[in-house]
């Protein structure tokens, strides 16, 4: 079954620091997104990527942050320099439908540790 | 906030009981979402239902809806300690972007 696919699983890094977290999408799928949950608290929306652009962002997802679709297949979150309480674990999502309906497939997570 | 809210927070149950969670929520929808989490796993959709759906099944899963109360529920019934997990739920409004909700922390006791 297709998957959405994120690397690394875990990440420490010092603080300010440039950190890369990289994901594959499904294959087919037209909308993509990354969320990211500290530790045991919600899940919060970071940015939607369609159409090799930014489709909207949080509040959380400020200049620090960037995102890219280098090739057909990866989905790249950079922040650029990192802060402590950029610790948390990073979701990609993926979908194919339009963009208010279905549901998003997440991968696995790849969680950020910053000293 | 936009937030949804789910609650109980926490629900401990013995296994072969059934377990409701709620979640409510403060915008117009287009469709309500719950996923659940494994301790440290990425987020697994259950079950979704469109904002013109009332009740919706799948399998040991029952979700409603009442657009009126802005509310939801999500029925699991005859618990195994495998369910063991978090709920969450999620929504759409206008936009793309899925919101969630804090999260239940469901614990199925053998």
């Known amino acids: 079954e297709p998957e959405v696919t994120q690397t690394p699983s875990h990440q420490v890094t010092q603080m300010g620091q440039e950190v890369i977290l990289r994901c594959v999408p499904i294959?087919?799928?037209?909308?993509f997104y990354w969320y990211r949950q500290i530790l045991g608290q919600k899940v919060e929306f970071l940015v939607s990527f369609y159409n090799n652009e930014i489709s909207e962002k949080s509040e959380i997802f400020d200049d620090q942050f960037s995102v890219e679709r280098p090739d057909g297949s990866n989905f790249t979150l950079k922040i650029r320099s990192t802060k402590l309480e950029d610790s948390a674990m990073y979701f990609c999502a993926s979908r194919w439908g339009q963009a208010n309906t279905g549901e998003l497939f997440f991968g696995e997570g790849s969680r950020l540790t910053v000293l | 906030s936009q937030q949804g809210e789910e609650d109980p927070q926490a629900l401990s149950i013995q296994e072969g009981e059934n377990a409701t969670m709620n979640c409510s929520y403060k915008t117009s929808i287009n469709n309500l979402q719950w996923y659940r989490q494994n301790s440290g796993r990425g987020l697994v959709h259950l079950i979704l239902?469109?904002?013109?759906?009332r009740e919706k099944h799948s399998g040991r899963l029952r979700v409603t809806l009442d657009t009126s109360k802005k509310s939801s529920s999500l029925l699991i019934t005859a618990s195994r300690a495998a369910d063991t997990a978090s709920y969450f739920c999620a929504y759409t409004g206008a936009n793309s972007k899925l919101t969630f909700g804090k999260g239940i922390t469901l614990s199925v006791r053998p």
């Open positions: 239902i469109r904002s013109n759906e």
């Open positions: 294959s087919n799928h037209l909308y």
